[in-house]
């Protein structure tokens, strides 16, 4: 990947497409985080639902009720690209172009995305765009715009493979390098060998990993409210890791976070209150 | 070879056409009057495509194979000696290594049956889940084939790596085909007409193994 210019002279955008090719790993909430993230540290982002019919992206950043036209209303020229983006209360310089609600993926076509992104680039800063699951319509114009790619899995072997599919895909593209986000990480059952280890899937995938994020119950509640856990940074891990995340494509050299694992006394501990808590 | 000529000829594979020189859409435009003017000879047959020296990318090599598709004919490989082609060719799941394509210079340019010897292929990259490779002949792979991918070789196969989908030695009748690898476990493993799994339980640190025919079974040695 070549570098990119300094602040003072401005490019257009980067179109980064997040995808997976399985359901349910976290792709929604993943965008969701990162475009607050990428926000809050000065970017001008614009993330886009590509979920045309099956649109999630408006409730999890709390702009459902604000959303007036869409992704398709754009395509199909009923509004301008201008009416049809709803800026964030929170962050200024956020933006969302949802899905359709009431169409399906037949609506839009890889060139229509290619000129959307291309009319958002001399704007902003980054562009993020929801890929639907799957490997049929919505994920080939999800892709058609993307300049780069982020894969997100989750340690399981499921989600593995079709990760493998996807990246398969996106390299015979030409979209490559993807890169790799692992979500939902439980450290607990990677310990008891039950789920994936990050250096399995790193492995079995064989692409570079900017980001770990662990599974965190603040996640269900802040999506599920429309506030989105990256606004409060420092009260978890998962919402740092979105920070983290955020700071490599923004260049920065970040750690990776090593995963708050119990120690041996709370392990004693937690044995001994048994199964209680059901983490 | 002159320039603007399209070479035809029979190779074990089916048909080999060399476009010859000049620019791409003229020679598209060249190969379908060929296509037009003898209908039956190619209907339903499959071609590898050489290019020559040309850089083509995804939406051309696509172009082509389009063009080919109205006329009911399959393109299954693009030979090129310009590594960009090769590699865009690669990711639209065309062989690109035909075993012999070093030789074409030396060979006379003629609509017949002759069979250069098929060779084997090399393939230096990993194959990954829902990606495919067949190959009349022996193929190498340096890399790994994972889980979903699928390796498909007249003769035999050696994988250095590791082999995780499904691949099929021998597959146009050879028993006497041998599947070698540094990490031996395929979901499924096929010798000619044979079927086998690998063991369930996969322990300890993995050795080279080789799967052959023994007894009319497969059976792996180390």
Redesign the interface.
């Known amino acids: 990947m070549e570098g990119r210019g300094s602040d003072s002279r401005r490019r257009a955008a980067r179109v980064i497409t997040i995808t997976s090719g399985k359901g349910g790993v976290g792709k929604t909430t993943l965008v969701a985080n990162l475009s607050v993230a990428l926000a809050m540290q000065g970017q001008r982002v614009v993330a886009i639902d590509a979920d045309v019919g099956l649109r999630n992206l408006d409730m999890m950043l709390g702009l459902e009720n604000r959303v007036v036209y869409d992704l398709v209303d754009v395509i199909e020229e009923r509004c301008r690209l201008r009416q049809a983006l709803v800026r964030d209360k929170r962050l200024s310089e956020l933006f969302l172009l949802p899905a359709a609600q009431t169409r399906d993926k037949s609506a839009v076509q890889p060139a229509d995305m290619i000129r959307v992104c291309e009319e958002l680039r001399e704007q902003h800063d980054f562009i993020l765009v929801d890929s639907p699951a799957g490997i049929e319509q919505g994920f080939r114009y999800a892709i058609a715009p993307a300049e780069e790619v982020l894969i997100v899995t989750n340690p399981e072997v499921a989600a593995v493979r079709d990760a493998d599919r996807v990246i398969g895909l996106v390299e015979a593209e030409e979209k490559g390098p993807a890169r790799l986000i692992v979500n939902r990480v439980r450290p607990d059952l990677v310990r008891r060998g039950e789920m994936l280890d990050i250096s399995d899937v790193v492995e079995l995938l064989a692409i570079d990993l900017v980001g770990i994020v662990p599974e965190d119950e603040a996640i269900l509640v802040t999506t599920n409210r429309g506030q989105p856990l990256a606004f409060s940074s420092d009260s978890s891990q998962a919402g740092r890791a979105f920070h983290n995340i955020a700071q490599r494509l923004l260049g920065q050299d970040v750690p990776f976070i090593t995963l708050r694992e119990p120690g041996v006394f709370e392990r004693i501990f937690r044995f001994m209150r048994s199964e209680g808590d059901g983490s | 070879m002159n320039p603007g000529t399209i070479a035809i000829k029979g190779i074990r594979q089916g048909l080999l056409v060399t476009l010859g020189e000049g620019e791409w859409g003229a020679r598209l435009r060249a190969l379908e009057a060929h296509l037009g003017a003898n209908p039956s000879f190619f209907r339903g047959g499959r071609i590898a495509l050489d290019v020559g020296s040309r850089e083509l990318?995804?939406s051309q090599i696509e172009e082509g194979r389009a063009l080919l598709e109205r006329h009911q004919v399959e393109l299954w490989a693009v030979v090129s000696t310009n590594p960009a082609t090769e590699t865009?060719a690669r990711?639209?799941?065309l062989v690109v290594d035909l075993g012999f394509s070093r030789l074409r210079e030396s060979e006379d340019e003629a609509e017949g049956d002759e069979e250069p010897p098929v060779e084997g292929l090399v393939v230096r990259r990993?194959l990954?889940?829902?990606?495919s490779l067949r190959h009349p002949g022996h193929v190498v792979i340096i890399g790994?084939v994972?889980?979903?991918a699928e390796v498909v070789a007249g003769g035999n196969i050696v994988v250095w790596g590791r082999v995780r989908g499904v691949v099929h030695a021998g597959a146009l009748g050879d028993e006497g085909a041998v599947i070698c690898a540094l990490d031996l476990a395929p979901t499924q493993l096929r010798i000619a007409g044979l079927i086998a799994r690998s063991p369930e339980e996969q322990q300890g640190k993995p050795v080279p193994e080789m799967a052959v025919v023994q007894d009319g079974k497969i059976v792996a040695v180390s």
């Not at chain 2, 990954?128 to 990606?131: A, L, N, P, T, V």
């Open positions: 990318g995804h865009a990711e639209l799941g990993t990954r889940s829902g990606q790994d994972h889980h979903g």
